[in-house]
């Protein structure tokens, strides 16, 4: 099942619009290095504004060029997430600048220990591939906060992890970091961990850390995942089209600049834009626009031959009601029939207003709920079950049947969180809402589940890089 809205010639008009708006307005760059690569293939800079026009033979030359599957790697080498193979991903937030203990609550600024928390529970979680920090630790100094988030992260996981990279300099201790868990630089390169989000700022703009830690980062071959978010009527065109347009063509700028850096160099590309309501003065995570963005934008994606990320499976919520399971569900159930590599960020309270765990739990049961739409349903003698249909008879019953013994667990999903009781049987186990379920599997997971230990040799090894990072970038 494929779900699409563009059709062959909008998705070519919309392309030749993204040229358009990087050859005739152009994008800030604030980098000399970039800005003078861009000029010698041809490229018309004013390296007084930063300014540069990329002319189409261009964009189109790095699309062809720029590297279209990757795998990134957990720990454990048999968890793994998977771009440009058909496979559906799924990751929790990078880091939010908030968190909720409980929903409806105060919040309060995180610390690396919700970090262990989150990163705990997305290892738990069969459904999550890419566990992200979910926190952004404001106790740790913004020069070396990468490396202290990626290190909890790999104690707390064996799979593929999510972080925010911050500059070129933490990236060359990330680059070592790297190197150690994996027993040398070779290792690091074969099987990345991680990549960095390469965010534009819309409209037009890049940030230079942004630019700048690609210097980096390429030195590992890292897969480069780019997300503009343009918001709709702020950041962007007040329409649908515009929005894609321009979403589009920083995403292309962006491939550029990878490939001027390392060509060949691996991409995600992330069509993230949002709606804003225009009432609130909020961005919107779970409204109908963003279902249209999202399958329009992958659709742009796979015309390209890359590998897609889009936020779906969020909510505008900021408690775990109604609205929540409503907006999360619908925008990630029609998001999945878009075949898009990895879908997140789960795990957010709300339009980036906090991380919750009590929501990523939630969350988890949607996409097991979705998953489980997308299996293989089999047709053959043994499913059609004729000997068995005769052998009953009308009026009788199959439910003693050996056949339904041996095929019920398979044909059916069996929900972790959803209630299916009698209403007598609810009322008896105390009548619960899914609130205080998400609740208390929550503090279930967290009590019981016991993280793969890291290796003491490598603990230790990287326990010694981070002091060396501490010392040096902080002077």
């Known amino acids: 099942m494929r779900l699409e809205m563009l059709s062959r010639d909008e998705i070519e008009t919309i392309h030749i619009k993204s040229l358009e708006i990087l050859e005739k307005i152009g994008i800030i760059i604030p980098h000399e290095e970039i800005k003078s690569l861009f000029e010698d293939i041809g490229a018309t800079v004013n390296f007084n504004t930063g300014l540069v026009k990329i002319p189409p033979h261009i964009v189109n030359e790095y699309i062809s060029k720029a590297g279209k599957k990757f795998t990134i790697y957990g720990r454990d ?14 990751n929790t937030s990078f880091g939010q600048a908030h968190w909720l203990d409980s929903l409806g609550g105060d919040r309060r600024q995180p610390n690396l220990k919700d970090i262990e928390k989150a990163v705990k529970l997305g290892d738990y979680l069969k459904q999550i591939t890419i566990p992200g920090a979910m926190a952004d630790p404001i106790e740790i100094p913004l020069k070396w906060r990468c490396l202290a988030v990626a290190f909890e992260m790999v104690k707390n996981t064996t799979k593929p992890i999510g972080f925010w990279f911050h500059d070129r300099s933490s990236s060359k201790f990330l680059n070592e970091f790297f190197a150690v868990l994996r027993g040398g630089e ?20 890049f940030p230079f850390n942004g630019v ?4 980096e ?3 590992l071959n890292l897969p480069v995942q780019v997300g503009p978010m343009a918001q709709m009527g702020v950041s962007a065109p007040a329409t649908i089209a515009g929005t894609i347009a321009i979403e589009n063509a920083e995403i292309l700028a962006a491939i550029c600049i990878t490939q001027l850096i390392q060509e060949g160099t691996p991409i995600c590309y992330g069509g993230i834009c949002h709606a804003f309501d225009t009432k609130t003065a909020q961005i919107i995570f779970g409204g109908p626009e963003q279902v249209i963005l999202s399958i329009a934008m992958s659709q742009m994606g796979k015309n390209y031959g890359f590998p897609i990320y889009i936020n779906t499976g969020l909510t505008d919520s900021k408690t775990l009601d109604a609205q929540a399971g409503l907006e999360s569900g619908i925008t990630l159930g029609l998001s999945s029939l878009t075949e898009a590599d990895v879908y997140g960020h789960m795990g957010i309270c709300g339009m980036d207003q906090a991380a919750s765990l009590d929501m990523l739990i939630m ?12 299996r293989e349903v089999s047709f053959d003698d043994e499913t059609f079950a004729f000997d068995v249909i005769k052998e ?7 439910l003693n049947k050996s056949h339904t013994r041996n095929n019920i667990r398979n044909e059916l999903w069996f929900p972790s969180l959803l209630d299916r009781y009698s209403y007598e049987k609810w009322i008896k186990k105390g009548a619960m809402d899914m609130k205080k379920r998400c609740q208390m599997l929550k503090e279930k997971i967290l009590i019981e589940h016991i993280p793969e230990p890291l290796e003491k040799d490598i603990k230790f090894d990287l326990e010694k890089l981070i002091e060396k990072a ?6």
Do not use: M, W
Not at 190 to 197: D, F, G, I, R, V
């Open 186 to 205: 070779e290792n690091a390169k074969k099987y990345p961990l991680c990549y960095p989000l390469f965010e534009p700022v819309s409209p037009l703009s």
């Open 363 to 374: 969350q988890s049961e949607i996409i097991s709920y979705i998953e489980s739409i997308h």
């Open 212 to 215: 700048d830690l690609l210097f």
């Open 470 to 475: 501490k010392k040096e970038l902080s002077i």
């Open 392 to 398: 009953t008879g009308p009026k009788g019953s199959f």
């Open 217 to 219: 980062t390429c030195k």
């Open 77 to 90: 080498l048999s968890k793994k997430a998977e771009f440009g193979a058909g496979k559906r991903n799924y």
